[in-house]
């Protein structure tokens, strides 16, 4: 089966840079969303912004399948790191996700997906293992091939490549409260973000192969806003485009 790849982002941003390196384009408008279908790399690809949010992204992802067939989904953005080993301008590509902000006790435990008897979606292995792979390759050569000299001094960039879990909630976290409520509750949680568990479950429903691609933009806590657009506009955007041609070069 000819692949058809489907990449969503979560800041508009990001994903007009992806848009960017498409060949054969065309645009289609659905539900306030635009839509680019077209190649990269010679694959087959439709490229969107996700909009923010895990309602926002399930829609998005479920135009992604039924509108468009796609065949394997990519998420790619940025999150806020739990875990003290990340830096800023680390990747975590996810193996499981979970939504940190949904509780239907007592009728079910604590983050279990209602009707789906789990807490946790696991990511495809494979596309997983392919992102990681990708990623590995560009980091060889170097951050500043990517960003640019004056990006990487200025954010204090060595960025390392991670695989673990990945929290979603429609809340951005930026109280060192809020953050250790979740790793309190969620030990085991590398970042934080707001789409990649609807995501997961969107894609768990359609039985579509997914992976989910983070960079690491702040830590969560009380200083999670004061970077975050000049982090998006000089490190992450930069960082989707060549991350998603590197992972469409060795589809
Ligand atoms: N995306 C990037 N940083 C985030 C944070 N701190 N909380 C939620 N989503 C994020």
Redesign the pocket.
């Known amino acids: 089966m000819t692949r058809n790849i489907g990449i969503l982002g ?1 800041m508009a941003q990001e994903i007009d840079e992806v848009k960017a390196i498409l060949t054969e384009k065309t645009i289609v408008k659905i539900a306030n969303r635009e839509f680019v279908v077209g190649k990269i790399n010679n694959v087959r690809c439709v490229v969107a912004f996700s909009k923010w949010g895990k309602v926002a992204a399930s829609i998005t992802a479920t135009l992604m399948i039924q509108e468009f067939a796609v065949t394997d989904l990519i998420f790619i ?5 739990l875990a003290d080993e990340l830096r800023i301008g680390d990747i975590v590509v996810a193996k499981r996700l979970v939504q940190h902000d949904l509780d239907a006790r007592p009728i079910i435990s604590r983050f279990e997906l209602p009707l789906l008897n789990r807490v946790y979606v696991n990511t495809d292995p494979d596309l997983t293992a392919l992102a990681g792979h990708a990623i590995e390759q560009l980091l060889m050569k170097g951050v500043e091939e990517i960003v640019g000299k004056e990006a990487t001094e200025e954010f204090g960039l060595t960025p390392t490549l991670h695989f673990g879990d990945i929290a ?2 429609d ?4 109280s060192v409260e809020k ?1 250790n409520e979740i790793l309190s509750l969620l030990p085991d949680i590398q ?4 789409e990649g568990a609807a995501v997961a479950q969107v894609c768990l429903e359609f039985n579509v192969p997914f992976t989910v691609i ?1 960079t ?6 009380h200083n ?2 004061v970077d ?1 657009g000049r982090f998006i506009a000089e490190v992450a955007n930069a960082y989707s485009r060549a991350i998603i041609a590197e992972i469409m070069h060795e589809i």
């Open positions: 979560a953005g940025t999150a806020g790191a979603s909630g809340q951005f976290i930026n953050r970042c934080v973000e707001m983070r690491i933009s702040d830590t969560a806590d999670a806003r975050f």
